[in-house]
T-cell receptor, first 109, second 113 residues
């Protein structure tokens, strides 16, 4: 079956670095997405990886290893506004997104 | 302002009633989707549409129907609501089905009692 695994909750300190991991199993693969979702709001797009390696975008970076079925989202210089859920989603061979349950990130001062 | 709009934002519905959730986008996106989001679960796809005039079933389509008469609108209908359909519903769109980014509406919080 198809499955996405990511931690339920993580806590980090303002100004620090945090890495949110995601493993996936899908029927075929057409890319790995990360979305941010603040409580009570809609998900918003953060990143997309389809090739192995690291994609950097400001304070956020996303990494993909297709052979390991593994991705991570790296957040640097954490700010209080980064407190949110981070959703990992893999696109299967039918171009359907399979979503993880999300990682709730709590930032402490 | 370009984007995707859902209505209503929240609704309490008696079981057995019919309800249509509205979704409109003005980005001229071909693909549109309906998801439900429940605590502890990932977003689950209910129905999708690759382009106007076509629809398809997602992971959890039972009890729901959709139509795509034009590019902009993608309403979701619950024919006879049941308590298990209590959820937050998100409509989303993307340029195409293999597009890299989906844009989400603000969600509809539906409670079936």
């Amino acid at each position: 079956g198809q499955n996405i695994d990511q931690p339920t909750e993580m806590t980090a300190t303002e100004g620090a670095i945090v890495q949110i991991n995601c493993t996936y199993q899908t029927s075929g693969f057409n890319g790995l997405f990360w979305y941010q979702q603040h409580a009570g709001e809609a998900p918003t797009f953060l990143s997309y990886n389809v090739l192995d390696g690291l994609e950097e975008k400001g304070r956020f970076s996303s990494f993909l290893s297709r052979s390991k079925g593994y991705s991570y989202l790296l957040l640097k210089e954490l700010q209080m506004k980064d407190s949110a859920s981070y959703l990992c989603a893999a696109m299967d061979s039918n171009y359907q997104l399979i979503w993880g349950a999300g990682t709730k990130l709590i930032i402490k001062p | 302002i370009a984007g995707i709009t859902q209505a209503p934002t929240s609704q309490i519905l008696a079981a057995g009633r019919r309800m249509t959730l509205r979704c409109t986008q003005d980005m001229r996106h071909n693909a549109m989707y309906w998801y439900r989001q429940d605590l502890g679960l990932g977003l689950r796809l209910i129905h999708y549409s690759n382009t106007a005039g076509t629809t398809g079933k997602g992971e959890v389509p039972d009890g729901y129907s959709v139509s795509r008469a034009n590019t902009d609108d993608f309403p979701l209908t619950l024919a006879s609501a049941v308590p298990s359909q209590t959820s937050v519903y998100f409509c989303a769109s993307s340029r195409s089905t293999d597009n890299t980014e989906a844009f989400f509406g603000q969600g509809t919080r539906l409670t079936v009692v």
